[in-house]
C-alpha cells in the first residue's frame, strides 16, 4: 500500500475517533535484521533506515503531527561493535549536514535528546549547531534521541535539581512532577501520546520511560528501514480507537 498523502489512510472522523496525537516517538528497531536477511552489512540497514526516517518525517509533517521524536542510539549501543557506533555517529552527522537548511526552510526546530558525554567533539558540535539554528522554528519538533538512555536522563535532572536546592535555588517542596520534568532533556515538549516500535519487539528499552507514562504502545511486525508513511498512518488508526483514561473510568460509567 502507499499514497502521496499518509493522512488520507488515517481511521477516524466516525464517533468513537479520537484527536490525532500530538507527539508520537519512535523506536525504530530492525536494521540489523533487514540488513542481514539480505546479506547486507549491518550498516547498510542503518542507512536505509535514514531514508526511512527521512520519509517518516515527511509523512508526520503531512499527517499534521507537531511532535516527532525518534531513537536513533541510546547509551547502551555502546556495547556493540566500534565499527557500528561510528557508523551510526557518521550518519547522524550526514543527516544534519544534508537535511537541517531545508528542516529550517520548513520550520523545524531540531532537539537532540540524550547526553553529550562520550560524544565526538565533531558530532557534539553538529548537534549543537542543528539545535542552535532551528531554535526559534515552531511548524513542528523533531527530536532525535542520541546516546539517549531514560534513567540516564532521569538521573541527570536528579543531580541537576540537587544542585539546585544546594545553591538554594529551590527546596524540597519545589519537586514536583512538572518542577522535575522540566529538568528533563524534553523540557517543554507534551508527552508522548503514541509510541510506536517496529520490527515485532514489544519492550520500551529505557525509552522516555518517565515521559511515556500514559502513551498507548503500538508495536509493529515491519523491520525499520521497511517503515513508511502508511504504517505511520496505520499506528495513528490504532491509537484513535484506543480508549484513554489516564486512570480514571470511562465517561459514563457508574
Ligand atoms: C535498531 O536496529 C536501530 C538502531 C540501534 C539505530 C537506529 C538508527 C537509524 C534508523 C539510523 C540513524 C539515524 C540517525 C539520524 C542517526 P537494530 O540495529 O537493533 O536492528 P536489529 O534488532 O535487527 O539488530
Redesign the pocket.
Known amino acids: 500500500m502507499s499514497s502521496a498523502n499518509p493522512a488520507s489512510h488515517i481511521g477516524g472522523g466516525g464517533p468513537n475517533s479520537g484527536d490525532l496525537p500530538e507527539h508520537v516517538a519512535i523506536?525504530?528497531?530492525?536494521?540489523?535484521?533487514?540488513?542481514?536477511a539480505r546479506g547486507l552489512p549491518?550498516s547498510v540497514?542503518?542507512?536505509r533506515?535514514?531514508e526511512?526516517?527521512r520519509k517518516t518525517v515527511k509523512s508526520a509533517q503531512q499527517i499534521g503531527l507537531s511532535h516527532l521524536t525518534?531513537?536513533?542510539?541510546?547509551t547502551e549501543?555502546w556495547r556493540?561493535p566500534v565499527a557500528?557506533v561510528n557508523a551510526?555517529?557518521g550518519?547522524?552527522k550526514a543527516?544534519?549536514k544534508r537535511d537541517l537548511s531545508r528542516l529550517h526552510e520548513e520550520g523545524v526546530r531540531v532537539r537532540v535528546l540524550g547526553t553529550r558525554k562520550g560524544l565526538p567533539q565533531d558530532v557534539s558540535d553538529l548537534v549543537k549547531r542543528a539545535e542552535e539554528t532551528t531554535e526559534a522554528n515552531d511548524k513542528f519538533t523533531l527530536c532525535?534521541a542520541?546516546n539517549y538512555g531514560g534513567r540516564e536522563e532521569i538521573l541527570r535532572a536528579a543531580q541537576a535539581m540537587t544542585a539546585a536546592a544546594i545553591k538554594g535555588e529551590i527546596s524540597a517542596d519545589d519537586i514536583s512532577e512538572d518542577s522535575f520534568a522540566s529538568y528533563l532533556d524534553t523540557a517543554g515538549l507534551p508527552d508522548p501520546d503514541l509510541v510506536i516500535r517496529t520490527?515485532g519487539?514489544s519492550r520500551l528499552s529505557n525509552f522516555l520511560i518517565w515521559q511515556a507514562a500514559y502513551a498507548e504502545l503500538v508495536f509493529m511486525d515491519v523491520?525499520?528501514?521497511d517503515f513508511n508513511g502508511d504504517h505511520l498512518s496505520e499506528a495513528i488508526s490504532t491509537f484513535r480507537q484506543r480508549e484513554r483514561r489516564f486512570g480514571g473510568v470511562t465517561s459514563g460509567a457508574a
Open positions: 523506536i525504530m528497531d530492525g536494521n540489523g535484521r533487514w540488513a542481514s549491518r540497514g542503518h542507512e533506515g535514514v526511512a526516517l525518534v531513537f536513533s542510539f541510546s549501543n556493540r557500528e551510526l555517529f550518519l547522524l543527516y544534519v532525535i542520541f520490527s519487539e523491520l525499520w528501514p
